[in-house]
Structures are given as C-alpha cells and as structure tokens.
C-alpha cells in the first residue's frame, strides 16, 4: 500500500523537477541597438554587445536575429 509519505515525495520530486526545467530557458540576450536585434550567448554576432533580460528586449521591441531564432524553442 502506499502511504501518504510516499505519494509526499513524488510529488515533491515531480515539482522539483519541473522547476528545474523552467531554469533551463533563456533569460538573459545581448542586444544591437543599430538593428534591433537580439543574440543568444552562443550566437556569433554577440560579441561586445550590451546584456539585458530577454522580457526587456522583447518590451523594446528587439526581435532575435535569424540565427537566434532557428534556435530557440
């Protein structure tokens, strides 16, 4: 029979788990003012651009670039 301790711990797993998944998407791009476009880390126009939250690219209007966005999710 499985007790109520048990069901606990799945479910604590379950939502840890979960959790740890959201933590994996981007949160963070880097910009190019002159193009509004924004870089993921790995993309090779990031360099020596400025960094900011992915939600404040977006709120000002930046768009990913067509490298960048073949590579998200």
Not at 26 to 39: G, M, P, R
Request: aromatic share 10%.
């Amino acid at each position: 029979m499985i007790t109520i301790a048990t069901i606990l711990l799945l479910i604590t797993i379950l939502f840890l788990y979960l959790k740890n998944q959201n933590n994996n998407k981007v949160e963070y791009v880097y910009i190019n003012e002159k193009t509004k476009k924004y870089h993921l880390e790995e993309c090779p126009y990031a360099k020596n651009l400025k960094g900011i939250s992915l939600k404040d690219a977006v709120k000002n209007g930046y768009t990913p670039c067509k490298i960048c966005n073949h590579n998200q999710l």
